[in-house]
């Protein structure tokens, strides 16, 4: 959960609620992309003081896209606004994520929405998982967790521990009625120091970390002050030992659109109108045009196609955070448009 | 469809055959195999070997992408490496299954991502014409196989990966035992067993980092381990992936679509006409003809599909090639047609064990096609086709042609 909300949009969500009863086995109707974009709420739980979990499925109830510890996904809400929310169930599960959110009451009202009004069975668009923060491999790792930054860590610590490596972890906050996921952290024993703000001061990182020495990985997640701490108390430690991810304050971002856009394909000469229920594969097919693609869930790459002009929306799993600002390609099987028109080099 | 057992379920008496999918016969020509165990049903045992198959499409994609159930670090051959020590080290990304798989994994596929490989296309387009130029300079009837199809990935995919000019023609012998041992212990393996141990060191050698050029593939994933994405014991063992799995296969997977080419000349006239088909025509011969055949996995409990039940511990044998011709998905299969969409075939797998530089194939493969189309009006078979018989790879060992230019 960790929401670490980048972007608020300014229109409703551009999924539709697509489910003609596909089914897992093959997955090549045409809006395979879609069932993968567009998910569920199949499950809403308060977890603490101000934290819910949200639980998400397809409509089809088919696998959802893989991922890794560490991995968050974008959900577009029903309200117009796009958050960031940490991967926080168990991968095995193929057809449920789970995300921790947060209210922020200094946010922008996407997780006031999430708490607020989001219900079982409402609908919200999905892009990614994509991954930031991965867990490397290791035999030892010290994991630190600052209030809803435990979200990401939790699947990793699950990891960690089925691999047989030497962990710890050391999480803090505010009081132990707002910490989440105490109850399933309590199985680790004595690797895990549940340490709140009210009964223990501040987290005591020194003594934590300990002295230097190779070979350890370090995970933090949490608010700003802590990863600054964080910085600072691995000074001395070998490099790229420190991984951190930040909690981002609840800012605006780009719109998504909601409704039809054009994409006009430079080399053909044609002009194709995509609605909400559609791919841009699908429209794209509708006018004979066929771009070669293979998974159709914006895993693989295959499609890949220049963009001349306008903004995609990328909802693949491929693009890191920092090459999703691009403007120049997009995979066309799931990722859409920001722009009332869009310029392919088809 | 697969799902977890369900106890209350009935199940149907499995089909059985006591076909040897790795037999000389079928080597040759596995196509009425493949459509019999189709028919069979979508669960088959095979008496031969005590092993469950699928060749139904529907089936093999959802065994694919299902690795929760269907593991891979028990071995994607016959063999298993919970009862059997492997021949080598298992691989990082092929044998291996979440999370010990996601590093290596994460690593590799930036690598070998379609924007990494935007700095090598025009170099490997200019390649691809100066090797067609020479070819196309002095002969009108060549053996596609050596002249190309082996000609262009050595050229180009050892430079790519950065390793040393010497030895180079061990790679597709190596390559060749690597995909003969995923079957079982038979003539085929046999034959490549006196040279396993030089090959082997040669290809260990060249994964080391002093062995490496300082800006390649290899060079790029050295530097993720001194980021930690992946430790120093990982780097040398994904370097030697690149090395088994990127040569024999788009070797194999460009012979096939020479091949096609050949003997479906209103299909090179469409290339000819339209040369952005060229990655749709490479696509579409790795779906008819399906370089990599099989692949297993092994049931990590007792796994429901369709009406059967594969007990936990057993290894499936998925025939990648019988899926890529299902009737049940692709209208008239058999067909090598450009007008078709191939996409979703499962000739390079598909979920998160799918090829790796199936990028770097399609670039490859493009690149010689394109190249071709440029400068050869039409092409024919100019003798008797040949094949190479391996355990998992169909292949071809000689393709005569004939080519006449514009």
């Known amino acids: 959960m960790f929401s670490h909300p980048l972007r608020e949009c300014s229109v409703g969500h551009t999924g539709c609620a697509h489910d003609d009863g596909m089914t897992a086995t093959v997955p090549l109707a045409a809006s395979a992309g879609a069932d993968v974009a567009t998910l569920r709420v199949i499950g809403k739980t308060v977890v603490a003081e101000d934290v819910m979990t949200l639980e998400l499925a397809a409509p089809s109830g088919g696998r959802l896209r893989d991922w890794t510890p560490g991995s968050h996904i974008d959900l577009r809400l029903p309200n117009g606004m796009t958050r960031q929310y940490s991967l926080c169930g168990d991968r095995w599960d193929p057809t449920t994520y789970r995300v921790g959110v947060l209210r922020e009451p200094a946010g922008h009202g996407g997780s006031a929405f999430v708490h607020d009004e989001l219900s079982v069975g409402d609908v919200v668009g999905v892009a990614g998982p994509r991954n930031n923060f991965p867990l490397v491999p290791s035999d030892s790792y010290l994991f630190v967790a600052g209030g809803i930054g435990i979200t990401p860590l939790l699947p990793m610590i699950a990891q960690a521990d089925l691999l047989g490596a030497d962990w710890r972890l050391l999480y803090g906050g505010r009081r132990r009625a707002s910490m989440a996921f105490l109850d399933e952290l309590e199985a680790y024993g004595d690797r895990v120091l549940i340490r709140p703000q009210d009964e223990h001061g501040l987290l005591d990182l020194a003594g934590y970390l300990g002295e230097p020495r190779p070979g350890v990985r370090i995970y933090a997640c949490g608010p700003s002050p802590l990863l600054a701490a964080m910085e600072a108390g691995c000074a001395g430690w070998p490099a790229h030992t420190l991984r951190t991810e930040r909690f981002v304050a609840d800012e605006t971002g780009a719109a998504v659109r909601t409704t039809p856009f054009e994409v006009e394909l430079a080399r053909t000469g044609a002009t194709v109108t995509v609605t909400p229920d559609m791919t841009i594969l699908d429209a794209l097919g509708q006018v004979g045009v066929e771009v070669l693609t293979s998974c159709r869930r914006g895993v693989c790459g295959t499609c890949e196609t220049t963009v001349l002009a306008g903004r995609p929306d990328h909802r693949d799993a491929l693009l890191d955070d920092d090459e999703r600002d691009t403007a120049d390609f997009m995979y066309v099987c799931v990722s859409r448009c920001t722009t009332d028109r869009l310029v392919l080099d088809l | ?406």
């Open chain 2, 1 to 406: 469809m697969t799902a977890t057992l369900d106890a209350a379920l009935p199940t149907d008496p499995l089909p059985t055959d006591d076909v040897d999918p790795f037999s000389h016969e079928v080597l040759e020509d596995p196509l009425p195999m493949h459509a019999a165990l189709r028919e069979a049903g979508p669960l088959v045992h095979l008496t031969k070997y005590d092993l469950y198959a699928m060749a139904r499409y529907g089936e093999v994609h959802a065994a694919l992408v299902d690795w929760q159930q269907f593991q891979s670090a028990a071995g994607v051959g016959m063999s298993n490496f919970k009862k059997e020590k492997p021949w080598r080290p298992p691989s990082l990304l092929l044998e291996a299954d979440p999370p010990r798989h996601d590093a290596p994994r994460r690593v590799l596929q930036k690598v070998l991502s379609p924007r990494s490989l935007r700095r090598l296309r025009d170099g490997w387009l200019a390649d691809a014409d100066a090797l067609v130029d020479e070819v196309l300079a002095t002969q009108d009837e060549f053996d596609a196989v050596p002249v190309l199809a082996e000609a262009f990935p050595l050229r180009v995919f050892p430079d790519a990966v950065g390793i040393g000019t010497d030895g180079r023609d061990k790679l597709l012998p190596y390559g060749d035992h690597a995909f003969n041992a995923f079957g079982p212990a038979n003539d085929l393996v046999e034959k490549g067993a006196p040279r396993v141990a030089e090959l082997s060191t040669w290809v260990n050698a060249q994964c080391a980092r002093d062995a490496l050029t300082d800006n390649g593939f290899g060079a790029q994933i050295w530097a993720a381990s001194d980021r930690g994405d992946i430790t120093p014991e990982q780097a040398p063992l994904v370097v030697r992936s690149l090395l088994t799995a990127g040569v024999d296969t788009t070797v194999h997977g460009i012979s096939a679509v020479l091949y096609a080419m050949a003997t479906n000349p209103d299909q090179w006239q469409r290339l000819r006409e339209t040369p952005s088909l060229a990655r749709v025509a490479f696509d579409e011969a790795v779906r008819w003809e399906s370089p990599v055949q099989t692949f297993f996995r092994t049931a990590t409990t007792d796994v429901r599909v369709g009406n059967h039940v594969v007990p936990e511990g057993h290894k499936i044998l998925m025939f990648l090639a019988s899926a890529n011709r299902d009737p049940r998905r692709w209208t008239n299969p058999d067909a090598f047609d450009l007008s078709r969409d191939p996409s979703g075939h499962v000739g390079f797998g598909m979920g998160i064990h799918q090829c790796v530089g199936q990028h770097v194939a399609r670039l490859e493969a493009e690149a010689l096609m394109l190249a071709l189309a440029r400068r050869v009006r039409t092409l024919e078979l100019a003798g008797p086709t040949r094949r190479h018989h391996n355990n998992t790879l169909r292949a071809w060992e000689s393709i005569p042609l004939r080519v006449f230019l514009d």
